[in-house]
């Protein structure tokens, strides 16, 4: 097997994929629309199998954001605030907060996934105190403001 694919191949699968989603934008009109193609690649080309398209179905498509957004909870415990985010297949290595005033902002990217969170945060000044990030669950914990500027923490 060849180790590179030819130019043309991909030039070809380009223009095969943009016709398709065409015709098929035509078929469903403003709906979203699923597209599934199949790739063969075999003896240094890249060839594609029959495509299949068909309008995709909006609780399908709320069902997925919904699922696919990390879950977070805020509790007030004797004047300090516990934020906890669940990010499961995460690493320390893949999180950034920091604190913007009266939010809180979470960025999580790794290979396959990105969420941006923004969790606002009561009236009362807060101060981060305290991050931990334990079997994909990250906790934070803020409590009375202190004269520190507002800062990035990476966990």
Do not use: N
């Amino acid at each position: 097997m060849s180790d590179k694919i030819p130019d043309e191949d991909f030039r070809q699968l380009t223009d095969y994929l943009k016709g398709m989603v065409l015709r098929a934008l035509e078929d469903c009109e403003d709906k979203p629309i699923a597209i599934g193609v199949q790739l063969l690649v075999r003896d240094g080309h890249c060839l594609v199998l029959p495509p299949t398209w068909a309008p995709a179905k909006t609780d399908d498509v709320q069902a997925w954001t919904e699922t696919d957004e990390p879950a977070v909870e805020m509790i007030e415990v004797g004047g300090r605030v516990v934020v906890t985010v669940e990010l499961p297949g995460m690493s320390e290595e893949d999180l950034l907060t920091r604190q913007d005033g009266s939010t809180l902002v979470i960025d999580a990217r790794d290979d396959r996934r990105h969420y941006r969170l923004d969790v606002s945060l009561p009236e009362t000044p807060l101060d981060m105190e305290a991050i931990s990030f334990r079997h994909g669950v990250l906790e934070i914990v803020l409590g009375p403001e202190s004269d520190t500027e507002s800062r990035y923490l990476y966990r």
